[in-house]
């Protein structure tokens, strides 16, 4: 058996050598710019096809790699694959399993700054954000090795004298795998090893924009030992990709992380019955957030309350399903408060996240960058702007951590999830209204409390309606096996990763009874 879990520690990056391993691990992975990569099925590399770029977001002009288009064809082709692998795998002890994601997790502990520099590049992360999305990586890892002994052990049943029974958890088949490009590694690796461990074959579509850390994982799990078809990596768009696999017959469950919308569109796909389909397919998503922290007028400790805010609005550019979007603070401490939180947001280090002195790096593409720019010019007829608010995109797509006060709770601004670095400050009469405003969303994701009245902690706990509640600290940074990650309404279907529920997502329970025998009577008896 294995040892209790524990989470990976962070990097601390003023240590001299936990520096100079970073930057050498920057370097080492800059010489690999401009390769090729293949699609890859049941082991076989498959180039030849069209290809699209991967590139950096601090650094438009510059190519990361080329990536085959998968197609249609070539779901087909993965489908075949993952079933075929799936007849041996379904069979494989928890040992085993469970094995290959230790292996794995070992393998990108010794090549940790690897994986966190291919993300500073591929997706603008700082080096603290990309170290903590390889911790995360690892974390689900290990995690869900230990949890595999615990589905596949013996489940604790209601006994009686007349049968033996059982009740064991089998795997659902062949599921496909779309994870996002903003935690690119861990939940991508999460939503993969789970699948993988509780005995089901995957195919992995992952995100146009963070193909390279998908593949750099993929072949992680490769150099592990992972058999070929277990995961079959089908790098390309949503149209000739993501689509036929969701509408496929032949696919058992989709695990989803990203938008609202994209998530809406999978789980409508998923449930139409396709000729020939043998299931009801099962979709695990989880989606957006419109993410709110309320600062009380009872909280003494603003100063920390207000560092709180700005890590949690500006954490990764804003670009956290768990964000911070909206900050809804009390009358009697409103003027005195927001001008805290725009002196520490003005006071971010905006640079090229492969410079380790930058706080905040660029978005994801010219696409986000637009979009945001347009909410921020939406916010300044809703609200007082006091911080940011410009792009800079002559090199890379940046946008200023923006703050906007003094907006309305339904104001589009309030309402929609922008994604990025754009923080809504809404004014609460008192607990009561900010719990409402708080409250008011068609979202679920996460949510803060800063107060010291512990009657208000409580009814928070009762009535913040949000999967992740967080009480006198920032609304981000769930730790596997600590907060077990999923929201309510539309930000999914609270699936808990890194929880004790998530695996039993991935399988289905079959219960085993056998009448005991009845021994026969000795002659005589009764006569």
């Known amino acids: 058996m294995l ?100 292996k794995t997790a070992d393998l990108m502990r010794q090549r940790k700054h690897e994986f966190s520099a291919t993300m500073v590049y591929e997706v603008g992360k700082t080096w603290p954000e990309a170290d903590a999305d390889t911790a995360e990586a690892i974390d689900f890892l290990e995690f869900y090795a230990r949890e595999a002994y615990r589905w596949g052990g013996e489940q604790p049943i209601t006994k009686i004298a007349t049968e033996d029974n059982a009740l064991v958890y089998v795997p659902l088949g062949v599921g496909g795998v779309i994870p996002p490009w903003n935690f690119p590694l861990a939940i991508m690796a999460g939503m993969t090893s789970a699948g993988v461990v509780t005995g089901n074959c995957i195919v992995m579509k992952p995100s146009s924009d963070a193909p390279w850390i998908a593949y750099r994982f993929f072949a992680l799990l490769e150099e592990a030992g992972m058999p070929p078809g277990v995961v079959n990596f089908l790098s ?51 989606m957006g957030g419109k993410d709110a922290i309320i600062v009380d007028r009872d909280y003494k400790n603003l100063d920390e309350a207000a560092a709180a805010v700005v890590a949690s609005a500006f954490g990764f550019q804003g670009q956290k399903c768990s964000a911070c979007s909206r900050l809804i603070v009390d009358d009697a401490i409103y003027d005195k408060f927001v001008p805290m939180v725009v002196e520490k947001t003005k006071a971010i280090r905006i640079g090229p996240p492969e410079e380790g002195s930058s706080q905040f790096g660029p978005v994801v593409n010219a696409s986000a ?27 890379g797509f940046y946008v200023e951590p923006t703050v906007i006060a003094d907006v309305a709770p339904d104001a589009t601004i309030s309402q929609e999830e922008i994604f ?108």
């Open 420 to 527: 990025g670095p754009v923080l809504a400050v809404t004014r609460a009469k008192d607990f009561d209204d900010a719990l409402r405003i708080a409250n008011n969303t068609q979202f679920g994701l996460t949510g803060a409390v800063f107060t010291d009245d512990e009657s208000k902690l409580d009814r928070a706990r009762e009535e913040f309606f949000v999967g992740n509640l967080y009480l006198n600290r920032k609304c981000t940074g769930a730790l596997v096996g600590v907060h077990p990650f999923g929201g309510f309404n539309m930000s999914g279907t609270d699936s808990k990763a890194g929880g004790r529920d998530y695996l039993g997502l991935f399988l289905q329970a079959k219960a085993i009874s056998r009448k005991k025998a009845v021994a026969p009577q000795p002659a005589g008896v009764g006569e």
């Open 236 to 286: 390309g768009s949503g149209a000739e990709v993501g689509d036929p696999l969701v509408m496929s017959p032949r696919l058992r469950f989709i695990s989803f992380t990203g938008s609202k919308e994209v998530g809406l569109h999978i789980n409508e796909e998923a449930a139409k019955t396709q000729p020939g389909q043998l299931w009801i397919k099962r979709v695990v998503a989880e």
């Open 369 to 395: 960058l637009k979009k945001i720019k347009e909410y921020i010019d939406k916010g300044k007829g809703e609200g007082k702007l006091l911080a940011g608010g410009e792009v800079r995109d002559a090199e």
């Open 3 to 102: 040892s209790e879990f524990s989470n990976e520690p962070l990097t601390d990056f003023t240590k001299p050598e936990n520096k100079a391993a970073m930057e050498a691990a920057l370097a080492t992975v800059r010489a690999e710019f401009g390769r090729e990569y293949p699609v890859v099925i049941g082991g076989e590399r498959i180039t030849g096809l069209a290809t699209y770029e991967s590139i950096n977001p601090s650094h438009k002009s510059q190519l990361l790699g080329r990536f085959n288009k998968a197609t249609k064809q070539h779901v087909e082709h993965a489908l075949d694959a993952a079933w075929k692998a799936f007849e041996s795998w379904k069979r494989q002890p928890v040992d085993v399993r469970a094995g290959l994601l230790v």
